[in-house]
């Protein structure tokens, strides 16, 4: 399936970069390469990530970073649209499993 990014995640995967590169320039990379490990997973196994209380959404925790990818999977146009990237330590308006 193809992978559609909302604005947000646009927005989040610009901050999580910035923020890291100004602490580890190196570390940055690392973490920007995991994030996109497990974007390809969800593109070739959708349903990998576990559903939410909010209908259709979805929540798959990278691998080695922690960072929490929330998506959701529109079957009738072939694709996944990833909605946030978070770190667990940000603040969130809601609770999720």
Request: hydrophobic share 40%; proline share 6%.
């Amino acid at each position: 399936m193809r992978l559609r990014f909302s604005r947000r995640a646009v927005r989040d995967l610009a901050e999580i970069a910035a923020y890291i590169r100004e602490r580890d320039p190196s570390a940055a990379a690392k973490v920007r390469a995991s994030i996109l490990d497990s974007l390809k997973t969800i593109g070739a196994f959708p349903r990998v990530g576990r559903p939410q209380t909010l209908p259709r959404v979805h929540k798959l925790v990278t691998r080695k970073y922690p960072y929490l990818i929330y998506y959701s999977i529109d079957e009738s146009a072939g694709e996944i649209i990833v909605l946030t990237i978070r770190h667990p330590a940000q603040a969130r308006g809601y609770s999720d499993r």
